[in-house]
């Protein structure tokens, strides 16, 4: 349990920082921007792979399932009740994106997915709520 208890807090601390890079005044400069929206992009990246690596902890602490890999985490995590159909898809939506983020850098994709970022953001925080471990966190 201690280790959920500090995967989540770290998971908020994470969460906070992504808050920070949304709402960060903009800027005029291209190249800030651009510097920005790549700080946007980092942030949503290690924040995805806390959370589900999170979800993961939770489902094997709270209902002792073991689950390996960031879309069976998120379909179990719909069979548990703890998201809905709507956000399962949304979810898996968020592990494209990582993958995309990850293995592949266009222009385009960038734009795209750091207006996405929102969105997905949104609803991890909202997931990760419903996820809260038993015991009160520490900040």
């Known amino acids: ?3 959920l208890v500090l995967q ?23 190249n800030l921007v651009i510097f920005h929206r790549d700080a946007l992009i ?4 290690y924040c995805y792979d806390l959370a589900w690596k ?3 902890e939770y489902l094997r602490v ?13 379909q179990e995590c719909l069979k548990q009740e703890l998201v ?12 494209d ?9 266009h222009e385009e994709t960038a734009l795209a997915l750091s207006e996405q970022i929102p969105v997905y953001a949104k609803l991890l925080k909202e997931v990760i709520l419903r996820a809260k471990p038993f015991v009160a966190s520490v900040e």
């Open 84 to 95: 809905n159909e709507s956000e399962t898809k949304g979810l898996l939506d968020v592990v």
């Open 8 to 30: 989540y807090q770290s998971l908020e601390k994470a969460l906070k920082t992504l808050d920070f890079a949304l709402n960060y005044p903009k800027s005029d400069d291209p």
């Open 62 to 74: 709270r209902y002792g399932l073991e689950v390996r890999s960031p879309k069976a985490v998120f």
């Open 42 to 45: 980092q942030r949503f990246e």
């Open 97 to 105: 994106a990582r993958n995309l983020s990850t293995h592949l850098y």
């Open 1 to 3: 349990m201690e280790r």
């Open 54 to 56: 999170y979800l993961k």
